[in-house]
């Protein structure tokens, strides 16, 4: 089975970066499409960014277009967020999620099987 650990969050200033980590055990995520979606107090799961098992497609929220960026690392079992420019209504927990050999409807939360325990990442002067 695997598990999914995220690490890295903080308190950051607006326009300043972060960099999550999601480490994964009990399994290679080589087959697996991996995401990031975050949590705001009072409000849904929401998508960030998903990246297929197959490396060929990357997709976006718009809301961080540009500003985000995700990255895998397979030889460390690792996902990665890039977070730059960021700003408070990037405030919220972040989580990490994965699914073996899924391709389709990757912004959706019920598109993953394993999630993280999140980690907070909160934007503010």
């Known amino acids: 089975q695997l598990q999914l650990v995220e690490s890295g969050g903080g308190l950051v200033q607006p326009g300043g970066s972060l960099r999550l980590s999601c480490i994964a055990s009990g399994l290679t995520l080589d087959y697996y499409t991996v995401g990031w979606f975050r949590q705001a107090p009072g409000k849904e799961r929401e998508f960030v960014t998903a990246r297929t098992w197959t490396g060929g497609n990357t997709y976006y929220a718009d809301s961080v277009k540009g500003r985000f960026t995700i990255s895998r690392d397979n030889a460390k079992n690792t996902v990665y967020l890039q977070m730059n420019s960021l700003k408070a209504e990037d405030t919220a927990v972040y989580y990490c999620?994965?699914?073996?050999?899924?391709?389709?409807?990757?912004?959706?939360?019920?598109?993953?099987?394993?999630w993280g325990q999140g980690t907070q990442v909160t934007v503010s002067s």
């Open positions: 999620a994965a699914r073996r050999l899924r391709s389709v409807a990757v912004r959706a939360t019920t598109s993953y099987d394993s």
